[in-house]
């Protein structure tokens, strides 16, 4: 009714409810996620330099996030003699039906393509230690963990779909690869790889996004504008 209001994530969620009619459109507002704290996570001014090259997974352990690419980027980058680290970090989630088991997880670790760090409570100081983050999802709503690695200055990697397109423009604050395409993600990481000024480039206008549009203190205020319209 006139006293609702229909708070969405990303603008690909807005138009489903538009086309749907299931809402008046007047009572939709688009506010972009929960936010996330700008002071918490912030650019770590001694980016190591020399050491093998970092890229990072930070999702809850479903395949839907893209992890079997990602592995296989990794498969395919190592074979290419390329001295890339991958890191997942996250919870097996075995009551989802999506979930990737343990056990595969442990045979990856096992053959040598990622490092398995489980869960991790400082976020912040995991984005320290890392070169770029990727997020192969097949759908997000609005990827959370992906904000917090933009606010932290790092390059992103993700996929061209609704949630995550609105986090990454391609080639400013990140790379867009296909979905579900190994050989475009592996690309991409590999770009990331040999372009240090272009990792540098795309992590300051990452920071500066996450500051102009995701900063908790934005989303608040806004969130807070709908309520007082229902008052």
């Not at 869960?119 to 995991?126: C, F, G, N, R």
């Not at 917090?148 to 690869?177: H, K, M, S, W, Y």
Request: net charge neutral; hydrophobic share 45%; proline share 6%.
């Amino acid at each position: 009714g006139k006293s609702a209001r229909l708070i969405l994530q990303n603008p690909d969620d807005v138009g489903f409810f538009e086309r749907a009619r299931v809402v008046d459109r007047g009572t939709i507002r688009l506010i972009p996620g929960s936010g996330v704290d700008c002071r918490r996570f912030v650019p770590n001014a001694g980016r190591r330099r020399g050491e093998r090259f970092r890229v990072l997974l930070a999702a809850r352990l479903l395949w839907d996030k893209g992890i079997a690419e990602y592995v296989e980027a990794a498969r395919s980058l190592h074979a290419a003699g390329r001295a890339i680290d991958f890191l997942l970090a996250g919870d097996p989630d075995p009551g989802n039906p999506a979930a990737v088991p343990e056990a595969q997880i442990r045979c990856w670790v096992a053959e040598g393509l990622v490092q398995w760090l489980g869960h991790v409570d400082d976020m912040p100081a995991l984005f320290a230690s890392v070169d770029a983050v990727a997020l192969p999802s097949y759908r997000e709503g609005l990827p959370k963990g992906l904000i917090e690695a933009g606010a932290c200055g790092l390059p992103l990697v993700t996929t061209d779909v609704p949630g995550c397109r609105e986090v990454v423009t391609d080639g400013v604050d990140g790379l867009l690869v296909q979905v579900r395409d190994v050989a475009t993600l592996a690309a991409a990481i590999a770009r990331l790889h040999d372009g240090p000024a272009l990792c540098e480039r795309l992590g300051k206008a990452a920071r500066e996004k996450a500051l102009a549009e995701f900063d908790e203190r934005i989303v608040l205020d806004k969130t807070l504008a709908v309520y007082r319209e229902l008052v």
